[in-house]
Each structure stands twice: as C-alpha cells, then as structure tokens.
C-alpha cells in the first residue's frame, strides 16, 4: 500500500508570513498532484507535477517535485486569509487513474 | 458549465436504512470516482469507473455497499443496511482518462 505522508497537520500563522508544507513517501509515483479543499466543498486542483525536480509556480505558491519522484512540497510567499484551507497531495502512478491521497495540511492563516 | 453535481448535499438516517448517494459527472467525461472523507482517515478511492464498467472496487469497506453506473451522465453508491460507521462526506469525481479529477461537493452523510 502506497501511503503521503504530509506535514505539518495543522499549521496557523500570522497574514505576510512564509511556509513550507511537505509531502512525503517511500514509493515512486508518476506525478503529484496539489489540491486546496473549503469547507463544504471538494478538493479543487491547484497542479500536476510529473517530472523529478520540477518546480511549478502558481502565483505566490511554488511547488517542487523531488527528483526521486518520492516527495513534494508547498511554498506559500507572503500568505494571505484567502489562503486557508485543506491542503492534500496525491500520488499517481503509471498508467493508472487511481488517486493516492495524503493526510492533509490544514492551513489557517491569521489576519 | 455546470460541474459535478452531487445530491443529496445533507443525509441523516437511521441506522439500518438504506442509503442512495447520486452523482452526475461533467458531460463529456469518461471516469467517474466515488471517494469517502474522515477526520481519521482522509480520502480514501472506495470505486471508480471508466466508460460506466467498474475497474477497481477495491477500496469499498464492506458488502454493503454497492455502485452502479448505468449511462454516462449518473451514479449511484448504495449503502445497505447504514451503519453509524459509515458516516462520512461522499464525494463524487469525474475526469478525462487520466486527466484532472474534478470533485463534486460532497454528501455529509449521518447515520444514528
């Protein structure tokens, strides 16, 4: 069984401030994905991330997939309240549509 | 364009009663997944299909529960008899062969 690990699990800070989340596995997948989850409301794709090393931008949100294809992490510059949410990462594998999702971030930030 | 849609948005049953959950994908789409969502266990693939035929139920926890897909445009997870265990958000996805998923907004069901 393929398992994410993500961390932190909860994390809260202040408006303008920077962080890091992470997303962590000891098998290989094809891509990873990055999804922001609101109350009341599905997992919505924030990116896909296919190759070892990439490193995707989406605003102020900096995504890296690691170049074992193993792990993934979440830069967030200068956060904003419209940034709280449910952060899940979720593996793919080759040839296969299935969605190994990880344990999630909830991330709150403070204004 | 009209996303996945999902009903009912709001369950609460008693257990031992029957349970349908409806999803209709986004037109044009070929997968269609059913995921559950708890605090304890995240989200968790309980079935998915592609072009209506089931590939991989793996993931469903017990007979009693069942999915159908009999056309393209709706599904059905049945849960039956309800358990208080069961009570979770169910949600719908649907994509492209490999593309993107694109998740409805859940059913919150409760069971008593």
């Known amino acids: 069984t393929q398992l994410l690990e993500q961390s932190p699990q909860f994390l809260s800070i202040q408006e303008g401030e920077n962080l890091t989340v992470y997303c962590n596995s000891s098998?290989?997948?094809?891509?990873l994905q990055w999804y922001r989850q609101e109350p009341g409301e599905g997992p919505v794709l924030l990116v896909t991330v296919v190759t070892g090393g990439e490193v995707k931008k989406l605003k102020r949100l900096t995504f890296q997939f690691g170049d074992a294809r193993k792990d993934s992490s979440l830069h967030i510059t200068a956060a904003q309240p419209g940034d709280t949410g449910l952060y899940l990462c979720?593996?793919?594998?080759?040839?296969?549509?299935?969605?190994?999702f990880g344990t999630g971030t909830r991330l709150t930030i403070i204004p | 364009d009209a996303g996945v849609i999902q009903s009912p948005r709001h369950e609460v049953t008693e257990m031992g009663q029957e349970v349908t959950l409806r999803c209709k994908p986004i037109?044009?789409?070929?997968?269609l997944f059913w995921y559950r969502q708890t605090m304890m266990r995240g989200l968790e693939l309980l079935i998915y299909?592609?072009?209506?035929?089931?590939?991989?139920d793996s993931g469903m926890p017990e007979d009693r529960f069942s999915a159908k897909m009999p056309n393209a445009s709706f599904s059905t997870l049945k849960i039956q008899p309800s358990e208080p265990r069961d009570s979770a958000v169910y949600f719908c996805a649907s994509s492209l062969r490999v593309g993107p998923q694109h998740f409805g907004d859940g059913t919150r069901l409760s069971i008593l």
């Open positions: 037109s044009g789409h070929n997968s």
């Open positions: 299909f592609n072009n209506n035929v089931p590939i991989d």
């Open positions: 098998s290989v997948f094809s891509s």
């Open positions: 979720a593996g793919t594998n080759f040839g296969n549509e299935k969605l190994t």
